[in-house]
């Protein structure tokens, strides 16, 4: 056993809750109700499963930048283009985003909004089909798929989703909302994702903020569907219209669509409070009982962090120079303040949020032109792009010439890790009860680095078999790898008991586990 502290209880905040330790001895814990994980994948990116992090710690992952996804450049899209979904049916890869501000600079194009679609068959390749579905300036040549001139603004910041239930009516399989607080959220159906129409002419959440993409989708774990929508910490709602204090989070849910439960507000632990400007909540496409948020976190009031023509930057950098905003027509006092970036957040139901990782998950980065207001904005979905990749998108350089989506890539799973240094560490996890007849884990060593997994009873004893001299040690990186104990991968005989799993890992990173059956 390696010398340790006797705990490091997994939160931003450990030396705050050092007195939990002694609670969380198998001893003391042995009457707490087991974890039933089923055959479900389970990530490392919170303390669900965690009893006891020794010289390990939960680390976030670090996305990788790689190529434009597409760039806004067709007269129909114009410089307030965004409020972008991305999502994966089989195999297509749709893309929805909002066409606004296109050509003119007069206040009719400025509010003018559409909803445009691209379409790809990897999620890297992206086109713009030609659909001839709606007319812009005289021509049906373009790839709009919600028309411009809807004056209930659903094209303001229409999101979708694919409704996974079985027997639902063929031409509501793919469901979405949009509108603004003036005229509430509107639902819309589509048997192909392409063609929609109204699925009801009343709204829902008439009369509060909505002030910038909100989301809905079949929460598979909870029963029912889920909304997530733009609220204030105050004001922004029908009781107190005017907005006031943070921008936040607010969910409602719903058993059929049609009739939603009054939106409550969202809490984020012991966090400090931040603008979380958008929310993009979604129940992960591995692991749909846990759903992931992608926020963009919003610092408001730096003017002086992007232009050089103010007060020193509080960033050390300056993004825009006063000849360049006023080339571009950066004629709105919110065009010319505040930065933000992005955050990972989590939930598992119910209205709380997980803040375990507080620091920025995606930077704004080097480029100047990332740090304008409202840019690095995550496009709402993340999507298999491989068997051992995932993809997440950003809108990027907002209000530019040179205004784009961009991917970003990830290992499968890869939001976070317990991850442990070259000296070493452990991890042992809460009782839990599991089925199937083999353990799968998402793993990654160094060279000198390695894996080792034993199975205990309830009260932390190694049960014969598994213990950790038996464990067969793992050293590589794999996305799906089997552990083994002195050659043999078979925990049949265990499915419906409680136990425990410690890991003894070095130079490591565990990403998730998994029991599941061979066959």
């Not at 909302?177 to 929609?196: K, P, Q």
């Not at 005989?493 to 070095?506: D, E, H, N, P």
Request: proline share 7%.
């Amino acid at each position: 056993m390696i010398a340790s502290p006797p705990f490091v209880v997994p939160s931003r905040r450990s030396t705050r809750w050092a007195w939990l330790g002694l609670l969380l001895l198998p001893g003391f814990a042995a009457g707490a109700a087991p974890i039933d994980i089923g055959d479900r994948v389970e990530l490392f990116i919170d303390s669900h499963l965690i009893e006891r992090l020794d010289h390990t710690r939960l680390k976030l992952g670090t996305p990788r930048r790689e190529e434009m996804a597409i760039a806004f450049n067709r007269p129909w899209e114009g410089r307030f283009a965004g409020a972008s979904t991305v999502l994966k049916d089989g195999g297509v890869y749709r893309m929805y985003y909002r066409g606004s501000g296109y050509g003119a600079t007069g206040a009719e194009d400025r509010l003018a909004e559409l909803t445009a679609y691209a379409e790809s068959r990897d999620g890297l390749a992206w086109t713009k089909p030609s659909l001839g579905l709606h007319s812009f300036r005289g021509s049906k040549d373009n790839n709009i798929i919600l028309p411009p001139g809807d004056k209930r603004r659903i094209s303001h910041n229409f999101s979708a989703f694919v409704d996974p239930r079985p027997g639902i009516p063929a031409d509501e399989r793919y469901k979405g909302v949009g509108g603004t607080r003036e005229h509430g959220l509107f639902r819309l159906v589509s048997a192909d994702g392409i063609r929609w129409r109204m699925f009801s002419e009343t709204p829902i959440f008439l009369g509060y903020a909505l002030d910038t993409v909100n989301v809905a989708f079949w929460s598979e774990a909870e029963g029912h569907f889920v909304a997530y929508i733009r609220t204030w910490s105050e004001g922004g709602t029908p009781e107190q219209p005017k907005f006031r204090g943070l921008r936040t989070v607010s969910r409602a849910t719903s058993k059929d669509f049609v009739t939603w439960t009054v939106p409550q507000p969202m809490t984020y632990g012991d966090s400090e409070p931040e603008h979380i400007y958008t929310n993009a909540t979604q129940p992960y496409f591995r692991s749909p009982h846990i759903q992931i948020s992608l926020p963009f976190r919003y610092v408001d009031g730096l003017a002086g962090s992007v232009t050089d023509h103010q007060a020193p930057p509080k960033t050390g950098r300056a993004a825009l120079t006063k000849a360049e905003m006023d080339a571009w027509n950066f004629d709105l006092p919110w065009m010319r303040v505040g930065v933000s970036d992005v955050i990972f957040m989590t939930s598992r139901g119910g209205n709380a949020y997980d803040r375990t990782f507080m620091e920025s998950f995606i930077r704004p980065g080097l480029e100047r032109a990332a740090w304008t207001s409202r840019g690095n904005c995550p496009v709402y979905g993340v999507v298999p792009t491989g068997p051992d990749e995932m993809s997440l998108y950003l809108q990027l350089h907002y209000m530019l010439p040179s205004y784009h989506i961009r991917r970003y890539s990830l290992r499968l799973d890869g939001f976070a890790s317990v991850n442990a240094p070259f000296a070493g560490g452990e991890l042992l996890t809460k009782p839990l009860t599991f089925r199937g007849d083999q353990l799968v884990l998402n793993v990654s060593t160094s060279s000198i680095g390695h894996v080792l997994v034993e199975l205990q009873d309830e009260g932390g004893r190694p049960l014969p078999g598994f213990a950790l001299a038996d464990a067969d040690e793992i050293v590589g990186d794999a996305t799906q790898r089997i552990a083994t104990w002195r050659g043999s991968a078979d925990v049949a005989s265990l499915a419906g008991q409680i136990l425990r799993i410690r890991f003894k890992l070095k130079d490591a990173d565990l990403y998730s586990i998994q029991f599941r059956a061979s066959k």
